[in-house]
């Protein structure tokens, strides 16, 4: 398992934009697929954005697409996750997951997939 730790959360207006950051502890970062999921209340973990080991895949849920942004940085241990024309829906706990990659290409989109987690970060847009 690695450790996780995300930040960049805060309250923001619809429309506007934020990042958020997850760092990892671990050395061979690069080994793992990384994913965001968020949690609002009342309502199960979901799946945001995930990244394969290479970056060269990535997916989104379909509420987010053409809106946020996945990314990673191996040489820094972290993934990176650009949130543009933020809406009140999209309010809710945002956690970064991490797990072991089979291959170059392969990310995952359950929850159960993932064996680390981060403590997560509020992100509140107000409309």
């Known amino acids: 398992q690695v450790q996780l730790v995300e930040s960049g959360g805060g309250l923001v207006q619809a429309g506007d934009s934020l990042r958020l950051s997850c760092a990892a502890s671990?050395?061979?970062?690069?080994?793992?697929?990384m994913g965001w999921f968020r949690q609002a209340p009342g309502k199960e973990r979901e799946f945001v954005a995930a990244?394969?080991?290479?970056?060269?895949?990535?997916g989104y849920a379909d509420s987010v697409k053409g809106r946020f942004t996945i990314s990673r940085d191996n040489a820094k241990n972290t993934v990176l996750l650009q949130m543009n024309s933020l809406k009140p829906e999209d309010t809710a706990v945002y956690y970064c997951?991490?797990?072991?990659?089979?291959?170059?290409?392969?990310?995952?989109?359950?929850?159960?997939?993932?064996?680390?987690w981060g403590q997560g970060t509020q992100v509140t847009v107000s409309s």
């Open positions: 990244i394969s080991w290479s970056g060269g895949s990535t």
């Open positions: 671990r050395p061979m970062f690069s080994i793992y697929v």
């Open positions: 997951a991490a797990t072991r990659a089979v291959d170059a290409r392969s990310y995952y989109l359950r929850p159960t997939e993932y064996n680390s």
